[in-house]
């Protein structure tokens, strides 16, 4: 299943920072998908979305539920595809705030699946003991995050 996306999606030139606006039920909603180094690791890059409040601030905790979850989905994914273009050698972090959100992400990417795969290596993450380990993505299982690194380009040879 393809996910509709927004087009009117503003990319910061070091393609960590895309703007764009939910069109629902609710009105117009500005919302920004972050991509910020994960921790120390300067090869992970969490992936965050929030909505911009009335008074301009970031709001990460409210759920804007103005009727365009798939499209915002399929937001997410586009970002994520256009940040691993520009940095190809950087790995996605992806977490929701709440288990209800993370749930959402992973029945986001069961349904993607085939063709996220096109393109990622798709691995959860769960929790043992204090650390988050990976292990390679299975439709149906619950993880506590996920990760995505990207498959590198084949090369064709030109003769």
Known sequence: MNYNKYDNISISTDALSFKFVSRGAKGDME??????????????YNLSLCTIDEHGLEDFDTESKNGDR????????????SFSETNPDKIIYLEGNTPAKTRLYRMAIHTAHNEISKNFTIYGLNRVGDKLVPTPFIKGQDYTAFL????????QMID
Do not use: H, V
């Open 148 to 155: 995505f690194k990207r498959k590198a380009k084949n090369k």
């Open 31 to 44: 919302k920004i998908i972050q991509f910020s180094p994960f921790g120390n690791n300067d090869k992970i």
């Open 70 to 81: 798939d499209k915002i989905l399929g937001t997410i994914g586009s970002a994520a595809y």
